[in-house]
């Protein structure tokens, strides 16, 4: 299947700094979704993007869907101890009735005070 | 409140004993789907399901059946389980916008041990 590569792979930041990490692909995708995952639980949708350039906010996030449809980045702002966690990226592809999400491999945020 | 609920939370079993694990989810969804989290790979799709009765491959289907017999019950059967099937399994809800369905509301996982 499709592969997305996911940077960075884990970030040490301090509480208050911003936070930037991203996607890429070699192939296009119709939507891309950013999730969040929490030890022991499962992953949790941050936000959804279907357009090409969309930039879309969700309180201290924003992400955006690369023009070309391959990427797209996600920022968190003034970073917080409850943000530590796994973020990933994921792309949906759809084809016809068919529907596929690729997952990024993950994005380890620890959050120091 | 909408959940996603998967059973059971953790289960060890034994080479070649078939087993299943159910999902369910109450927003009446028409869109479900099962994935596999495993360390370094994040997770994978298995099957998942556009309506009842309908339902597809994902990228790793292999060792593992589905079925849609009604809308809110989605359950992964493995017919003959192998320690290679050793994992974190999640099972997903979509809601529909604008045509897309939007993989938003994930179980809490199962985390299954083949011995």
């Known amino acids: 299947g499709q592969q997305l590569n996911q940077s960075p792979q884990s970030m040490f930041i301090q509480e208050g700094e911003d936070v930037s990490m991203n996607c890429t692909s070699s192939?296009?995708?119709?939507?891309w979704l950013w999730y969040k995952q929490d030890p022991g639980e499962g992953p949790v949708l941050l936000i959804a993007?279907?357009?090409?350039?969309e930039l879309t906010s969700n309180g201290r996030l924003t992400a955006q869907f690369g023009i070309t449809r391959k990427d797209s980045f996600l920022n968190i702002s003034a970073s917080i101890p409850s943000d530590v966690g796994i973020y990933f990226c994921?792309?949906?592809?759809?084809?016809?009735?068919?529907?596929?999400?690729?997952f990024g491999t993950g994005t380890r945020l620890q959050v120091t005070l | 409140e909408a959940q996603v609920t998967q059973n059971p939370r953790y289960l060890i079993t034994v080479t070649g004993k078939k087993l299943t694990v159910t999902c369910s989810q109450n927003?009446?969804?028409?869109?479900m789907s099962w994935y596999r989290q495993d360390p370094g790979l994040g997770l994978r799709q298995i099957y998942y399901?556009?309506?009842?009765?309908?339902?597809d491959k994902g990228d790793v289907p292999e060792g593992y059946k589905v079925s849609r017999k009604e809308k809110r019950n989605f359950p992964l059967i493995l017919e003959s389980p192998s320690p290679n099937q050793t994992s974190l399994y999640f099972c997903?809800?979509?809601?529909?916008?604008?045509?897309?369905?939007?993989?938003?509301?994930f179980g809490q996982g199962t985390r299954l041990t083949v011995v």
């Open positions: 993007l279907y357009k090409a350039g």
């Open positions: 399901s556009m309506n009842v009765e309908v339902t």
């Open positions: 994921a792309g949906q592809l759809r084809t016809g009735t068919a529907s596929k999400l690729t």
């Open positions: 997903a809800s979509s809601y529909k916008q604008g045509g897309v369905h939007t993989e938003a509301f």
């Open positions: 192939s296009i995708f119709n939507t």
């Open positions: 927003m009446n969804h028409e869109y």
